[in-house]
């Protein structure tokens, strides 16, 4: 029986590379570069000339093996081919390069939703039978998982919590090109632009105006400095993201929505605001839904990658 | 093996009755009033005695029969007891009791999600391995369907598309006590509502001002006929729709979005609208999904809730 398999979270400057126990134990874990030159050719033989060494390393017979998870910053399709527009993919042949070099079964998604089956695994979601994870970062990245499975969608674009509309009013575009996007509002990008906005249309006075950097952290910085512009600034921030919570969960309704990325190391701050807002745009029968954190950072993606395999 | 199973739509004033084969066929279907008298308590033994007596006319044997499927205009908890303001139950036993009373198993569920299986299994989205049937009445209700399967949620709450946050502006309550919600707009109420105020805005001409009743069909009747004014309110109806139907298809990237209740009776009028807005919203990756129409109309709940036997 399989006792080992590798979870990969392929981004766009790095490779997390991992090698698992099934029983859950990250017994390993290191990094490649992500060679995006010559349309992301390369990047199937780097990782599975890693993985070889790694095999080669501990030298177990190849049947101990389970095979090889893998999240893409994008789709994989049902042929196994991934498209990720970061990379220069389209329809690049992935999982069937990824076993035809190292002999082991491959399973491939999208990485957000890779993550969030980490999060069910051995996260934040730990012991829940559902779950949303929403990542803050510079955009807006999601992930549900129902029943212990995630929710890919018909064209990969399930948990795409970034682009749900929120803005009716708003002018300005959306990377997706759309207007009035979440991610225009609830993400880094998002909160460094309410933040000048803010500070433009007041003489008042706060911190940020002397702040050598007006970014999300700056903004939470001063939260916690207790400046009460960057809280109203906070405050505008959590209400949109609270309208895109409830959404979700007027729609899926999950036993726990978690908060992850960059701007959630903003913590109790972040999250009384997030709360006090979801009870007033959530249905009446899931305003109770907890709001917690994400706890396993920058390695949700292995986990998710390699648990994806035990489905 | 069994051949035969009831499907048991429970609506606040009549409860519509259906015994099926299991090879799918209707073979017959019937009325009975819905008893809100005594905080409905004799329901349960209302329907299990009209099953019993068409038990009897058939004479079958028990065991020819899979059970009852019942949908319910509201929530089934997971000990098979309900709740349905409208028909004054607060965890009411249900299942129990008309397991108890006819012998047979029983299933239950929200009404609007038994109305989605019955589109998924012999209606509009037949073939479809998952959909998600929005319908257009005084409210809004919605049902989703992935791998067969209602995605009921956690509290309920599954598929509560009417109570998605569309409008950060609203300042008028929703029945549900949030602002802003899709069903404040995208309802045959909402219809009426945007018209009402369209109409008040202006003084240009409009058939619809000497209409005998301002609701819905007026405003689609003179969409039909070519009313300037009549048009306008429906692009801004069929907007606010578009914008819920891109955010369920962010979130859950249905392989086709159907359209049901009153309202879908504008047939293409409201499709053309809402397909123009749609792609306007959605994530580029399911601008192409199918929008279409429920075509079971008031038996999408029957089928549904027997077929919620054969899961």
Known sequence: MAKYGFGVDLGGTTVKM????????????????????????????????????????????????IGIGIGVP??????GSASAVNLGWDHTPLLSELTALTGLPAKGG???NMAALGEYWMGGGKGYGSLVLVTLGTGVGGGIIVDGRCLDGAHGAGGEIG??????????????????????YASATGNARIAAE????????????????????????AVAAGDGLAMEIADIFCDYLARGLAAVANIVDPEIILLGGGVSRAGDALLDRVRRSFVKYAFPACRSTPIGLATLSNDAGIYGAFRSLLV
């Open 18 to 65: 991992s090698l698992f126990g099934t029983d859950g134990e990250l017994i390993e874990k290191w990094f490649i570069d992500t060679d995006t030159s010559n349309g992301g050719r390369n990047i199937p033989g780097d990782i599975a000339r890693s993985i070889l060494a790694d095999m080669k390393k501990y030298s177990f017979p190849a049947s101990d093996y």
């Open 74 to 79: 994008g789709q994989v399709h049902a042929d």
């Open 110 to 112: 999208n990485d957000a």
């Open 163 to 184: 682009h749900i509309p929120v803005e009716p009013s708003e002018t300005r575009r959306c990377s997706c090109g759309s207007t009035g996007c979440l991610e225009q």
């Open 198 to 221: 803010l500070l433009a249309s007041t003489d008042r006075p706060s911190t940020l105006r002397s702040a050598p950097k007006l970014d999300a952290r700056a903004c939470w910085d």
